[in-house]
T-cell receptor, first 116, second 110 residues
Framework: GAGVSQSPSNKVTEKGKDVELRCDPI?????LYWYRQSLGQGLEFLIY????????KSGLPSDRFSAERTGGSVSTLTIQRTQQEDSAVYLCASSPAGTGYNQPQHFGDGTRLSIL | RKEVEQDPGPFNVPEGATVAFNCTYSNSASQSFFWYRQDCRKEPKLLMSVYSSGNEDGRFTAQLNRASQYISLLIRDSKLSDSATYLC???????????FGKGTKLSVKP
């Protein structure tokens, strides 16, 4: 389909392992966003890409979290040495341009991450 | 003051009722405003953008008051399928990230 694609849809891993989450935005969308949402909670902003650069990474909770985007398209979010509190749904969204143009974000289905 | 603040609810209403959600935001430089809905264990989906002049989409009406930094969503003739959490969303100034409110939960009962 033409929507935002995230993989894997579910990931279960042991505490201390590294995980890599992938987001493939809608073709042509220059802006890409990562959020996480714990059960019953609101969306927590993690990082925002405009093209390949990240003008706002203020939401990354610790230095165990990093993200990159190459070729202005696919992005990966990496969590090193996972902890149980990292368990959440990680959502990726994209928009055609920056948010100053009144462009809404379109979300993928998310990756449900469970740390044992 | 929180960046985007909403009444968490829940709002429990009968079918056919009219329900209004309010939202306030703190950044006077915000330019883009939206309402999203999120169903249980699903991703947020855009419901409608909010324009300065106010806008309507069927049973849904959105209003923006820039002076008061206040956004509203009115749902008329509520349907069972309207049951969801409604998220108020504001951008963090020009080209800034979108900030999502924690949402207002709506439950429409038969």
């Amino acid at each position: 389909g033409a929507g935002v694609s995230q993989s894997p849809s579910n990931k279960v891993t042991e505490k201390g392992k590294d995980v890599e989450l992938r987001c493939d935005p809608i073709s042509g969308h220059t802006a890409l966003y990562w959020y996480r949402q714990s059960l019953g909670q609101g969306l927590e902003f993690l990082i925002y890409f405009q093209g390949n650069s990240a003008p706002d990474k203020s939401g990354l909770p610790s230095d165990r979290f990093s993200a990159e985007r190459t070729g202005g398209s696919v992005s990966t979010l990496t969590i090193q040495r996972t902890q149980q509190e990292d368990s959440a749904v990680y959502l990726c969204a994209s928009s055609p341009a920056g948010t100053g143009y009144n462009q809404p974000q379109h979300f993928g289905d998310g990756t449900r991450l469970s740390i044992l | 003051r929180k960046e985007v603040e909403q009444d968490p609810g829940p709002f429990n209403v009968p079918e056919g009722a009219t329900v209004a959600f309010n939202c306030t935001y703190s950044n006077s430089a915000s330019q883009s405003f939206f309402w999203y809905r999120q169903d249980c264990r699903k991703e947020p989906k855009l419901l409608m953008s909010v324009y300065s002049s106010g806008n309507e989409d069927g049973r849904f009406t959105a209003q923006l008051n820039r002076a008061s930094q206040y956004i509203s969503l009115l749902i008329r003739d509520s349907k069972l399928s309207d049951s969801a959490t409604y998220l108020c969303v504001v951008n963090k100034g020009w080209q800034g990230n979108l900030i999502f409110g924690k949402g207002t939960k709506l439950s429409v009962k038969p």
